[in-house]
């Protein structure tokens, strides 16, 4: 990936549905000026999702996910509705699409009433109208029975596709000040420290996707970043001539850092702030209780958002499992998921351990923490877990006032 692109897990992602050549494929040219999705005249071109990245003014960057068709048919045919269906699960907004020589269809329905109970901001496209077009009333009458407005185009010909532009733009969630990573809690001016190991776990050459829209975040909000490694942090605060409003480290040197950070002084690591930024930290922080509570024979699922070339000393295969065996002196049993994979069946689990979820949208994420709370299976992710076992998770969580009062909270009551 180029420094000069925006990661696929910041934009917004826009989801197109609808039946085997209703258009989605030639709505994305059309929408995007570019023929970079195929189009053909034979039912079912598109299987696997297909994701296709550009701006999208004054949107800015985002993607959009090209879904196999709602009516695809055949044993083949149902495990690409599935995967259409799982698309859901990352989408930011929904654009339905209905071939207007056909019309609405059981299928349209089905996806339309999914959606809706997903609580996902929706928009209705009625294609081809260079080849049907319908009366301001009947698509009137359309709107109404489906609960959501539509927008006639033609992708062959253009028209109205800037109107559908627009629609999008208007339902696009904006939540730009709410998940900022670490610019809500720093101001114009600040010094920010950041800690970043370089071993041979680092990537040859750069730094990892968290460590750059951190950096990225601060010089946002015009603060300052000073970026040391973890032995020459004591150093470094020395040198500064002022207190930083925070010391932002990698989870895997916590011990160090908090050793060599002055307790006046509030640190918190990349991981945690992501846990924020892309999911619930709240959730998260409730999970890493539960860890005592685990039992001979537990199963965990440690989820892997990414997928990478395992190191000796690796985190989630050798370094978490004997964290938490340290910690509870019990046998429990690993199982492991990387990727886009995330099993349904969550509940033969007792705990499930994620990554920071760099790889993944907000949508996406929040998805996995809903589908463990439904299933009642506690969840955390690396950097809170890993200042759990090291028995600094209530400082590193000090950033964070609120969480920390249910921490402390819930501590009393253990403790009574």
Known sequence: ???????????????????????????????????????????????????????????????????????????????????????????????????????????????????????????GVLNKMDLQSLHEKELQELEASLGIPFISVSAATGKNIPLLKKAIIKIAPNDED???????????????????????????????????????????????????????????????GKKPALVITDSQVFLKVAADTPKDIPLTSFSILFARHKGDLTELVKGAKSIENLENGDKILVAEACTHHQQADDIAHVKIPRWIRQLTGKSLTFEYCAGTQFPKDLKKYKLIIHCGGCMLNRSAMIYRISQAVEAEVPIVNYGVLIAHVQGILQRVISPFPQVKMLWEEDISVIGG
């Not at 603060?223 to 020395?238: F, G, M, N, P």
Request: net charge negative.
């Open 1 to 123: 990936m180029s420094m000069n692109q925006t990661p696929r897990s910041n934009r917004i992602h826009i989801a197109l549905f609808g039946n085997r050549n209703a258009g989605k494929s030639s709505i994305i040219n059309a929408l995007t000026g570019q023929n970079i999705a195929i189009v053909s005249d034979v039912k079912g071109t598109t299987t696997d999702p297909v994701y296709k990245t550009m701006e999208l003014l004054p949107i800015g960057p985002v993607v959009f996910i090209d879904t196999a068709g709602l009516d695809d048919e055949g044993e083949l045919g149902q495990l690409r509705k599935e995967k259409s269906f799982e698309v859901l699960n990352k989408a930011d907004i929904a654009l339905i699409l209905i071939d207007a020589t056909i019309g609405l269809t059981d299928y349209d329905q089905e996806i339309i009433k999914l959606i809706k109970s997903k609580k996902i901001p929706m928009q």
């Open 178 to 240: 709410k998940f900022k990573i670490v610019g809500d809690l720093i101001s114009s001016g600040d010094f920010v420290v950041l800690v970043i190991p370089i071993d041979k776990a680092a990537p040859k050459g750069r730094l990892i996707l968290p460590q750059q829209q951190t950096i990225r975040d601060i010089l946002e909000c015009d603060a300052i970043t000073i970026v040391t490694k973890e032995y020459e942090l004591r150093e470094t605060l020395e040198k500064l």
